[in-house]
């Protein structure tokens, strides 16, 4: 089944260290994006990547860090800067080159900050 | 300054009865809208869309509303059932624009009441 998986289901760091999150699809999606939720609020995009070896910031970047060495995947790093890491943290992809396409989530991931 | 809001942060109806979930948006350059539902601890499921050529768009017990000129569409949900309790996030897009990100509402937590 094609689907977006994101690992660990949760996550704990303590301050000052920086943590991964990883995000894999096997739906062949060219665009993949990384969103953060806060308690009783909507999802602010963090990065976005639409090709392999790009990406830009999105409304949130600060703190944060992504790569895109392959289609399939797209961690987020929160760094040691990040001030307020503590969230729930959603993985998306869309394929970029339809025009109004709905966007597929992964699970989450809960990083809370010991 | 939020572009997509949903001012009712929560929805209480008795099973049977209509849901009806509001948001407003202010970009007119959005084309494409979208609701999802979220489950706790999950990441979003797409619901239904509608684009802006249309005025509403039905499936199943799901119809949304697009009032283009007032910058308004609305989710109805008819008739309701006790699974239908979650978030509810209305989301808009602008045309082919960047890998089709979205901007997401603050969310209205539905509660079906048996």
């Known amino acids: 089944d094609g689907g977006i998986t994101q690992s660990p289901k949760y996550l704990f760091r303590k301050e000052g260290q920086n943590v991964t999150l990883s995000c894999e699809q096997n739906?062949?999606?060219?665009?993949m994006y990384w969103y953060r939720q806060d308690p009783g609020q909507g999802l602010r995009l963090i990065y976005y990547s639409q090709i392999v070896n790009d990406f830009q910031k999105g409304d949130i970047a600060e703190g944060y860090s992504v790569s895109r060495e392959k289609k399939e995947s797209f961690p987020l790093t929160v760094t040691s800067a990040q001030k307020n890491p503590t969230a729930f943290y959603l993985c998306?992809?869309?394929?970029?080159?339809?025009?109004?396409?709905?966007?597929?989530f992964g699970q989450g991931t809960r990083l809370t900050v010991v | 300054d939020q572009q997509v809001k949903q001012n009712s942060p929560s929805l209480s109806v008795q099973e049977g009865r209509i849901s009806i979930l509001n948001c407003d948006y202010t970009?007119?350059?959005?084309?494409?809208f979208l609701w999802y539902k979220k489950y706790p601890a999950e990441g979003p499921t797409f619901l239904i869309s509608?684009?802006?050529?249309?005025d509403k768009n039905e499936d199943g017990r799901f119809t949304v509303f697009l009032n283009k000129s007032a910058k308004h569409l609305s989710l109805h949900i008819v008739p309701s059932q006790p699974g239908d309790s979650a978030v509810y996030f209305c989301?808009?897009?602008?045309?082919?624009?960047?890998?089709?990100?979205?901007?997401f509402g603050g969310g209205t937590r539905v509660l079906v009441k048996p």
């Open positions: 509608i684009s802006s050529i249309k």
């Open positions: 739906l062949n999606h060219d665009a």
């Open positions: 998306a992809s869309t394929r970029a080159s339809a025009m109004n396409t709905e966007a597929f």
């Open positions: 970009n007119s350059m959005f084309d494409y």
């Open positions: 989301a808009a897009s602008f045309p082919k624009a960047a890998g089709n990100k979205l901007t």
